[in-house]
């Protein structure tokens, strides 16, 4: 009876580093706004599938992404959309074809969302808006919504300065919103033609 328990401890022991063997290069890149987490699969005869986990502010990890390898596949990569501002704690879940489950090492990465400093003028507009940015951006992209959301005026610029033209929109409550690498500005506009 003692060796067979012994037996059963060895191998989960096992099968917990060969979670962490088989999860290879463990990576991230922040790219727009969102963290693209990257890795190798080391062993994908073992690998029925992955999981990005997130750790939470209570320490609850949580999944955000599964993915299940196809036959030939050695490289994944998952995406977190809405990371936190500060540190994002992040491990890969994996699940042997033989149905036990290992992890990767945390991988923590230090997020701080990019902003816009912007200023709209002049509000209420008349027959158009000018969208002046803090600094010129790669692209950003220009809206005026309506109060349901509706795109009614847009534009894109890498300029710092962008005018929408307002004469023919109907008099109204509107928001501006102005979004590019990773950061979204939104404003409350008038259009009055008087």
């Known amino acids: 009876m003692t060796r ?3 037996t059963l401890i060895l191998c989960a022991s096992f099968l917990f580093t060969s979670a962490q063997d088989t999860i290879l290069g463990l990576s991230y890149q922040v790219i727009n706004g969102t963290i693209k987490v990257s890795w190798e699969n080391g062993n994908d005869l073992k690998s029925h599938y992955f999981e990005l986990e997130k750790l939470d502010n209570e320490n609850i990890w949580h999944g955000i992404q599964y993915l299940r390898p196809n036959v030939d ?10 990371p936190s501002e500060g540190v994002n704690s992040f491990r890969i879940k994996m699940k042997s074809r033989e149905g036990e489950t290992g992890y990767s ?7 701080e969302p990019l902003s816009f400093d912007i200023l709209v003028y002049p509000n209420p507009a008349n027959a158009w ?7 010129p951006y790669s692209e950003y992209s220009v809206n005026l919504m309506d109060r349901y959301g509706n795109v009614v005026v847009s534009g894109y610029t890498k300029e710092s300065s962008c005018v929408l033209e307002t004469a023919q929109v109907m008099e109204g409550m509107y928001f501006i919103k102005v979004e590019g690498e990773g950061a979204s500005f939104k404003q409350a506009v008038v259009i009055n033609h008087r």
């Open 4 to 6: 067979i328990f012994y």
């Open 105 to 111: 090492e945390t991988l923590e990465v230090y997020f």
């Open 129 to 135: 808006l000018v969208i002046n940015a803090d600094k």
């Open 73 to 82: 596949q050695v490289d994944f990569h998952t995406i977190d959309k809405t």
